[in-house]
């Protein structure tokens, strides 16, 4: 039950959140580069159509057979999946929540402090679940960090919940 972090307040659904899981959640990014890259805010409509294009002009220029590479490049995510350093954005459970029409802000619990942002802000965090494929469990079970990558080396630890007021 420690690892399980709930958001609540002035929200229309109470959300908890599990981070074990979302090793298996296809939203995961990884935080080794992440910061490193160029980030610009796309719309899911427009990563899944950079993927599916991908695959297509693979499928041409490869043909539509499973060349032996494939079962190396799983092999490849699965050793990245087991030793990589995994975060997730916020904003899909913020959403999941349906913050009232009157909410403004997003208030971080962690074990020492509180952190407060706007919702519009909140939007841009991203949650950091894993460290080199282990869970956060000495200084999480969640560290927070901010899109822009400023607080990589120092993000927000021991978080409890988060409050939407």
């Known amino acids: 039950m420690e690892n399980i972090i709930m958001i609540t307040g002035k929200v229309k659904y109470i959300i ?8 298996f959640d296809d939203r995961r990014i990884d935080l080794t580069t992440y910061f490193l890259t160029n980030n610009k805010n796309s719309d899911s409509l427009e990563e899944y159509t950079k993927a599916v294009s991908k695959h297509w002009d693979r499928e041409i220029m ?14 490849f995510e699965k050793e990245k999946v087991l030793t990589g350093t995994f ?8 959403l999941n929540a349906e ?3 009157d ?9 020492d402090d509180k952190y407060e942002f706007s919702l519009e802000d909140a939007y841009d965090l991203i949650v950091g679940f894993s460290k080199e ?5 000495s200084d999480g079970p969640i560290h927070i960090y901010l899109s822009d990558g400023s607080n990589q080396d120092n993000p927000i630890k021991y978080v409890t919940g988060f409050t939407i007021k």
């Open 99 to 101: 913050p009232n029409s």
């Open 87 to 94: 975060g997730i954005p916020l904003k899909p459970f913020l």
């Open 16 to 23: 908890t959140l599990e981070p074990g899981v979302w090793i």
């Open 103 to 111: 909410a403004q802000t997003l208030v971080i619990h962690s074990k």
């Open 62 to 75: 490869e043909g539509a057979i499973y060349p032996p590479t494939l079962k190396s490049e799983k092999k």
């Open 133 to 137: 494929g282990k869970p956060l469990s």
